[in-house]
C-alpha cells in the first residue's frame, strides 16, 4: 500500500482543516515547495496536492504553488482542487501533473468525466468525499442527495478505475478511519480504492493496507508528528 503525503493549499500556504471547515484552517508552513521537498526527502514515492481556494472557487487558483511543487520534485503528484473543466484538467497535466482527481464534477459531470477517463487512463481518479454517507461537493461545502458508494459505483462505471474515499467527519481528527465505510467500497472487480481521512496511527495504516486499500493519504498525523513518515513506510513495506 502506498502511503502519501498531503499537502493543502490555501492562500499559497500548506494548511491542514479540520473536518473541511475552512474557517478552522492550521496553516503549517508558507513554503509548499519547501513542505513537498521534506516529504520527498522521508521516502515518500508520490504526493498528494490539494488546491482549496480552488476547490472553493470552482477553478484552479493556486497554480504557482502547483507548478513550483510539480518541478521541484523527481516523484509524481497527484492534484485535486477546481478541476470541473476539461481544459482546467489538460492544463494540470500540461504542468506535470502526474494525476488530476475530480470531485464536483463526478457528480455533476458524467459525460465530461467519461470523456477524460477514456483518453487520459490511470491519470483520472475521482474524489469520493462524503458527510453522513452523502457526497460533498463545492469544497465540502454542499452535500449532494447521492450516496458515497453509489457514487463509487457509477464512475466506475464510466471507466474510472481509481477512487479516494474521505469521510469528512474524520478528516483532519486523528481519531481512526472509516474502516467500515472503507470495507464496503474495496472489493473483486471495483475501482482502486485510496484511503483518506482520520489517519492517526502505524496500526491504522496497517490495516487499511489488509483491508485491500491501494493507497492512503496522510496530512495531519504528519503534521502533528503523530506519525513518523519515515518510520511509518519501513512498517508497511515489512
Not at 177 to 196: C, D, H, Q, T
Amino acid at each position: 500500500m502506498e502511503l502519501i503525503p498531503a499537502i493543502d493549499l490555501k492562500d499559497g500556504r500548506c494548511v491542514r482543516l479540520y473536518q473541511g471547515d475552512f474557517a478552522q484552517a492550521t496553516v503549517y508552513g508558507d513554503d509548499p515547495v519547501a513542505m513537498a521537498r521534506r516529504w520527498a526527502d522521508l521516502g515518500a514515492t508520490r504526493l498528494h496536492v490539494v488546491d482549496l481556494d480552488g476547490a472553493k472557487a470552482g477553478r484552479p487558483v493556486n497554480t504557482d504553488a502547483v507548478q513550483g511543487i510539480v518541478r521541484a520534485l523527481k516523484i509524481p503528484v497527484q492534484l485535486g482542487g477546481g478541476l470541473r473543466r476539461e481544459e482546467d484538467i489538460i492544463a494540470a497535466l500540461a504542468l506535470g501533473v502526474a494525476r488530476v482527481i475530480l470531485g464536483t464534477a463526478a457528480v455533476a459531470q458524467s459525460d465530461m468525466v467519461a470523456r477524460v477517463a477514456a483518453r487520459f487512463g490511470d491519470q483520472i481518479i475521482v474524489g469520493v468525499d462524503a458527510r453522513d454517507g452523502l457526497v460533498a461537493t463545492d469544497g465540502w461545502t454542499n452535500t449532494a442527495n447521492v450516496r458515497a458508494t453509489d457514487l463509487v459505483d457509477h464512475v466506475a462505471g464510466l471507466g474510472v478505475r481509481r477512487v479516494i474515499y474521505t469521510d469528512i467527519s474524520r478528516d483532519g481528527t486523528l481519531t481512526e478511519p472509516n474502516f467500515a465505510a472503507l470495507a464496503e467500497l474495496i472489493r473483486p472487480g471495483g475501482p482502486a480504492i485510496i484511503a483518506s481521512g482520520g489517519i492517526a496511527t502505524t496500526a491504522h495504516l496497517l490495516r487499511l493496507a489488509q483491508l485491500g486499500a491501494e493507497g492512503t493519504i496522510v496530512g495531519k498525523a504528519l503534521y502533528a508528528g503523530v506519525i513518523d513518515l519515515a518510520e511509518a513506510l519501513v512498517a508497511l513495506r515489512a
